[in-house]
Structure formats: C-alpha cells, structure tokens
C-alpha cells in the first residue's frame, strides 16, 4: 500500500517537474513510469487517448498510483472471469463472490462518482426477460435472468426444484411464485414461514 502512494507521489511530481529534473534514485524505468503523469489501464497498460469514448479509464476503488485507473471494458473482463453461471431452464443466475477490487477490497459499483457504467456482463434472452438480484451483503452479487418466453410460472425457494434459487435458511423450499397472467407479471406468496414482501419504491395511496 506503501508504495502505491509512493507512486501517487511521484506521478504528481513529475506533472509538474520541468524536463531537466533528474530522475529520483531508485526510480522505476519501466514503460509506465516513463509515462508518468499519464493515465494508464492497470489491465493493459493502455493509455487513455487509445481508448474509446465508452471504454474510458476509470478510478473504480482506492487504489492509487499505478493501480488507479483501469478500462471500463478491462474491469468488465477480468469481473467475467470471477463470475459464476448456473444455467437453469427457465432463469439463468450468475454469481460474483466478491465484486470488489482483491487489492483494496473497495465494493465495485455500477454507479461511480455519479455515473452508471455497466461492469456485470450476463446475457439476456432476445425476448421477454426480468432481472431479479438476491439481497446479498456486499460484495457478493447474485442476479437472475428470467426468460418469459419459457412459460407462465417460475418457482422461486430454497428446493433444487426451484427456477430461482435462494440459498438461505430464512427462504421456504418453495418460496413463492412469478407468474404471468395477461401479459402482467404477478409475485404470489406460497405461504412461506416467513412471508413474500414487496419493497414499495413509489409514494402508494392508502385509501
Ligand atoms: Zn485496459
Ligand atoms: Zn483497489
């Protein structure tokens, strides 16, 4: 961690040093360093004015130095690498363990400084889909895709029976049900021990 605020250091003073300041004893000559003040990808070493508009450089955690910036698209290939996918028949689910940076452990965001980047990659059908997340605590990430056009009733629980599954202790076997009744999609409750609730996003009139 030392010596990436090192870095941070030394990238700042050669911005402002003039051509004629001679190099710092020990310092690094490799290819980054001699781009210092330069914005490089920790991934590909890319610089920034290689990448395109919506594959800019990012600072997605608290790594500093070298290791600050990396390509929207590099991020989002090394995150794909770590992801797991269970291919159900109805809902596709993959799973991040830890969607964070391994170095400084800051939680990875699709919203960063205000903006919306997309770094999970997951595949969704052509047709009808939902996308439902599992409440997981950070960093773990869990999303299922539904496939509409696989039929009118997806189960979601605990049992391997399920379409969506839950592995937690406070879910039922059988939890509850999405179901799709006249083009609307509907949540039932199974009579789960511990009820299906619905998160009111919205200001709801209560009459
Ligand atoms: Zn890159
Ligand atoms: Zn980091």
Redesign the pocket.
């Known amino acids: 961690m030392n010596l990436n605020e090192g870095n941070t250091m030394s990238q700042i003073l050669n911005v402002t040093a003039t051509e004629t300041k001679p190099k710092k004893k020990g310092e690094l000559s490799d290819k980054s360093s001699e781009r210092s003040g330069q914005r490089v990808c920790r991934i590909c070493l890319g610089e920034e004015e290689d990448s395109q508009p919506e594959n800019e450089l990012i600072c997605p955690?608290?790594?500093a130095g070298t290791?600050k910036y990396i390509h929207v698209d590099c991020l989002k290939e090394w995150l794909d690498s770590k992801k797991l996918v269970y291919n159900g028949e109805k809902v596709k689910s993959f799973f991040w363990k830890a969607l964070e940076?391994e170095?400084?452990k800051?939680p990875f965001e699709n919203v960063m400084k205000g903006r919306l980047f997309n770094i999970m990659n997951f595949e969704c059908p052509g047709d009808d889909y939902l996308i439902m997340e599992s409440v997981k605590s950070a960093p773990a990430k869990v999303v299922h895709v539904f496939n509409l056009s696989k039929g009118n009733e997806f189960r979601i629980g605990r049992s391997v029976d399920t379409d969506m599954k839950i592995a937690d202790i406070s879910v039922s076997r059988i939890h509850s049900f999405v179901r799709i009744r006249n083009n609307r999609l509907f949540i039932e409750d199974n009579g789960a021990k511990f009820g299906t609730l619905v998160k009111i996003c919205d200001p709801f009139e209560i009459v």
């Open positions: 955690c608290k790594c290791m940076c170095l400084c800051a």
